[in-house]
């Protein structure tokens, strides 16, 4: 397992930009990716993102393609996601996870941040 800690979320208006972090303390992350993942009100938790944290291959949803760019800077155990074009149906509570092998699921989460997009 690892901490992850989250921070960046807020308030923004349609249209608007945030940038959210995604730090790993404790140890150097050498897993095998990282991802955010999003819940908003009386939906499920859906992942949106993920990157392959050695080779920095990337996977979006469809919603957030051309919108949302996630990256990583492993110097810093650190993994972003920079939101932009932002929509009032991006609101909800954003969630990092990271997943230590290819087999078995996202297994360490962070505590989550809100982002709530007013239109």
């Known amino acids: 397992q690892v901490q992850l800690v989250e ?3 807020g308030l923004v208006q349609a249209g608007g930009s945030l940038r959210l972090s995604c730090a790993a303390s404790g140890r150097t ?3 095998y990716a990282m991802g955010w993942f999003r819940q908003a ?5 859906e992942l949106i993102a993920r ?3 050695s080779s920095g291959l990337t ?7 051309g ?3 996630i990256s990583r ?3 810093k155990n650190t993994m972003y996601l920079q939101m932009n074009s932002l929509k009032p149906e991006d609101t909800a509570v954003y969630y990092c996870a990271a997943k230590m092998a290819v087999r078995g699921d996202f297994g360490s989460w962070g505590q989550g941040t809100q982002v709530t997009v007013s239109s």
Request: aromatic share 18%; no cysteine; net charge positive.
């Open 29 to 31: 992350f050498n897993g």
């Open 59 to 65: 996977y979006y949803v469809d919603s957030v393609k």
């Open 7 to 9: 921070s960046g979320g």
């Open 41 to 45: 009100p009386g939906k499920e938790r």
């Open 51 to 53: 990157v392959m944290w």
């Open 67 to 69: 919108r949302f760019t």
């Open 73 to 75: 800077v492993i110097a």
